[in-house]
């Protein structure tokens, strides 16, 4: 399989990852209740046998049930992968130690010497400044726990903040991890991705199907139950609003046999520097996400679908 590069840190990836922040969490995504640990593992399975290895994780994600199921399972397959987790600097984490700390309980979880990519999941204000984040960060390279470092749902100026602070030490901003989809498209009028593509910094595009709006799963007549229920864009007038995009994802979907949600993901693999990272919970999730790579969109398709919304 064809791989890429994070930013310009020559770590290599699949062009497709997949999210894990439904893996433990019972709270939004009904962990142990519409599915369980059996469920991931041949989710797992089914990717790591599609050739599709790059996993991103977080601590808080199940409060570390997602870091503890993607280590096990690593345990068990012994298969290679590159795993990307997160650490959220909460208020009363104000001390270098903190994310020091932070990293060594990912590693016990995930049972691994070292993280591919770890990254600043919020950037929320701190006691500890950025740069004193930035530096603690460098430290773990520095030591061979981390291998790259990277940030999540920075603005632009702030993520050029953190590639001037680390370019201090020598080390590469390798990504920004953002929401980003077809109808989710604010980093290219907000100076994100701009920055991004300036800086070299690779976009992870979070929630790149829209939390399914995008997979014509849910119309008008057939909307959500749950927590989709309460987001405006999957009630009545956001889902027909979405319509003339789905069905022009319909048309290019039959045109290269595809479903529209494999369409949707390709377009965002078309775009430079950018990588989408669905969320999987089970091994069809995996098949149908993995329908997006292996062809692409002319330029021209690319285009019409970006027009289209």
Known sequence: ????????????????????????????????????????????????????????????YGFGKSEELLGKFIKETNATTQIASKYMPLPWRFRSEDLADAVTASLKRLRMPSIDLYQVHWPFPSLLSQEGLMNALADEVEQGRIRAIGVSNYNAEQMREAHKLLAKRGIPLAVNQMRYSLVTREIESNGVMAAARELDVTILAYSPLAQGLLTGKYTATNPPSGARSMDQRFKGAGLRKVQPLLEKLSELGEKYGKTQAQVALNWLICQPGVIPIPGIKSAAQVEQNAGALGWELSATEVAELSQNY
């Open 1 to 60: 399989m064809a791989t890429t590069t994070l930013g310009t840190t020559g770590i290599e990836v699949t062009p497709i990852g997949f999210g894990t922040w439904a893996w433990g969490d019972s709270l939004f995504w009904g962990y142990g209740k519409d599915y369980g640990e059996a469920d991931l593992k041949l989710a797992f399975q089914a990717a790591t046998n599609k050739g599709i290895t790059f996993l991103d994780t977080a601590e808080i």
